[in-house]
């Protein structure tokens, strides 16, 4: 099984901030990593897939970056929609598993 | 615009069979693509429980394999979650998701790209 782990588990910043979130892998994944960001009741919404390509749509403060087991979301300059929940995920392995999550919340 | 529906009981007891299904609509399932589940616990994040290809290869969460199926039923356009012998740990909201993918030089690079609004998940006699 790959194991993903997130850090920070939580985190408080303040609209306007520049914002990273890491993912480390168990074991090497290519660039097979993606990123959803889930706002309370409702499903993720993917953000980030491939490491670093943007879902259409997602502004472009959100990019990705990283390979093989170390992987990066960064935020450029936060706004009061971004405070949610984040998540990481592989598909290198057909048995697919998501990081703990990360809390991003209002400082 | 594909849309995907949780639907199923509410409410289990334990040692019994928790069913979902999930209802397509926009997309024919027998067209293509991996359709799945995850679950998320009261408070707690999002965990993986499997995934079936469209031809109807399945792929489970190792950790949950012993008691899940996950089946397609193309002429309703429709796939199923069975998981078997539940308890209170089973409680959670269950999503239902679309894997699509997408070639970026050599390779497929698939991601959960369409989800389901969820249905919430009760284990309790």
């Known amino acids: 099984d790959i194991q993903m782990t997130q850090s920070p588990s939580s985190l408080s910043a303040s609209v306007g901030d520049r914002v990273t979130i890491t993912c480390r892998a168990s074991q090497s994944i290519s660039s097979y990593l993606n990123w959803y960001q889930q706002k309370p009741g409702k499903a993720p919404k993917l953000l980030i897939y491939a490491a670093s390509s943007l879902q259409s749509g997602v502004p472009s403060r959100f990019s990705g970056s990283g390979s093989g087991t170390d992987f990066t979301l960064t935020i450029s300059s936060l706004q009061p929609e971004d405070f949610a929940t984040y998540y990481c995920?592989?598909?290198?392995?057909?048995?697919?598993?998501f990081g703990q999550g990360t809390k991003l919340e209002i400082k | 615009q594909v849309q995907l529906q949780e639907s199923g009981p509410g409410l289990v007891k334990p040692s019994e069979t928790l069913s979902l299904t999930c209802t397509v609509s926009g997309y024919s399932i027998s067209s293509g693509y991996y359709w799945g589940w995850i679950r998320q616990p009261p408070g707690k994040g999002l965990e993986w429980i499997g995934s079936?290809?469209?031809?109807?290869?399945?792929y489970y969460n190792p950790s949950l394999k012993s008691r899940v199926t996950i089946s397609v039923d193309t002429s309703k356009n429709q796939f199923s979650l069975k998981l078997s012998s539940v308890t209170a740990a089973d409680t959670a909201v269950y999503y239902c998701y679309m894997v699509r993918g997408v070639m970026i030089g050599y390779y497929y690079y698939y991601y959960m790209d369409v989800w389901g609004k969820g249905t919430t998940v009760t284990v309790s006699s």
């Open positions: 079936i290809y469209h031809s109807g290869s399945t």
């Open positions: 995920q592989q598909s290198y392995s057909t048995a697919y598993s």
